[in-house]
């Protein structure tokens, strides 16, 4: 009868630490998930909505001079996002400010994000953007809203397997002139990097710090092997970009699936860098899918 009890106190014992031992695991995973828009200032950090949507627009004249616009407000404003940084993102007299960080490229420094958007074959979209007065154009970077096809090739990925690409843009300093020009990956691009095609905007001159560029852009993907795609880019009512293109060779990569927001120095090597901070502002978004 001794025994028979000892048994049952020993298996209850069990059952009281595998218990406890449950609840605890529960907690510290529960402790372990980061609250939403907790993240430091200089580190991105995503969101997960319901929300894809295949039209937007935004102006941010609703939010408050010097407020941050957080992960939080941007999920909210253009749906599913990734790599939202709210600590280099602010509103300033109804513009979206983006910070660019002194010795710093690529996301290190500024904001590599994209929003998932409902797949499509024809996108456009358009907004403002300008650079502040006392903007440093170091040897140049990527810009402003974009699009990315497939898996969306990009970062020094080339397209040549035929899965994806990405329709952007960047700034240039080419000794002293300074230019808009296209950056493209796709299927039949000549080398490892994005392809400007050896187009710029302004087509002669330079770019012009406080004044404001509106810049349209329009995708469709090709079907199959053909080359039935187009990749269009006006600025201030001037054709920067406007050809047929092969983006992919796979039809399962085929669609549009995100619109990039990618705004950064560099490169990857030091001389993209700038030793100061750098403001870019945006105005005046507005998303469409076309089919």
Same mark, same amino acid.
């Given at each position: ?24 695991c ?7 998930? !980061? &609250?939403? @828009?907790?993240?430091? +200032?200089?580190t991105?950090?995503?969101?997960e909505? #319901?929300?894809?949507?295949?039209s =937007? ?9 010097g ?43 500024g904001i ?19 650079f ?20 969306g090739?990009?970062?020094?990925? !080339? &397209?040549? @397997?035929g899965?994806? +690409? ?5 700034w240039?300093? #080419?000794?002293?002139?300074v230019? =808009? ?7 039949d691009?000549?080398?490892q990097?994005g ?14 710090k ?7 852009m329009?995708?469709?993907?090709n079907?199959g ?20 293109i ?30 100061t ?15």
């Amino acid at each position: 009868m001794q025994i028979k009890t000892s048994k049952h106190h020993v298996t209850a014992a069990c059952l009281l630490i595998l218990c406890l031992s449950i609840v605890s695991c529960q907690k510290q995973s529960i402790k372990e998930q !980061p &609250a939403e @828009d907790a993240v430091a +200032g200089g580190t991105p950090e995503d969101v997960e909505l #319901n929300a894809i949507n295949s039209s =937007f627009s935004e102006n941010w004249d609703s939010y408050t001079h010097g407020s941050q616009y957080t992960t939080a407000q941007a999920s909210a404003d253009f749906g599913n996002i990734s790599g939202w940084n709210q600590g280099r993102s602010m509103i300033s007299n109804g513009n979206l400010r983006v910070t660019l960080e002194p010795n710093a490229l690529s996301g290190a420094g500024g904001i590599v994000s994209n929003i998932d958007v409902s797949d499509g074959s024809a996108y456009e979209l358009d907004y403002d953007i300008r650079f502040h007065s006392a903007f440093d154009w170091s040897r140049g970077g990527k810009l402003g809203f974009g699009f990315a096809i497939g898996e969306g090739n990009a970062g020094g990925d !080339p &397209a040549w @397997d035929g899965n994806g +690409g990405t329709l952007r843009l960047m700034w240039y300093n #080419n000794n002293g002139r300074v230019y =808009f020009h296209p950056y493209v990956y796709y299927r039949d691009q000549p080398g490892q990097y994005g392809d400007n095609f050896g187009k710029s905007y302004p087509s002669s001159g330079s770019l012009n710090k406080s004044q404001t560029y509106h810049v349209h852009m329009y995708i469709k993907s090709n079907t199959g092997s053909s080359t039935n795609g187009r990749a269009q880019i006006i600025i201030d009512g001037t054709t920067l970009l406007d050809i047929p293109i092969r983006w992919t060779t796979n039809d399962a990569q085929r669609l549009i699936r995100n619109v990039t927001f990618h705004t950064f120095r560099g490169g990857s090597q030091d001389y993209w860098m700038s030793s100061t901070v750098g403001y870019i502002y945006y105005d005046n978004l507005v998303v469409n899918k076309i089919s």
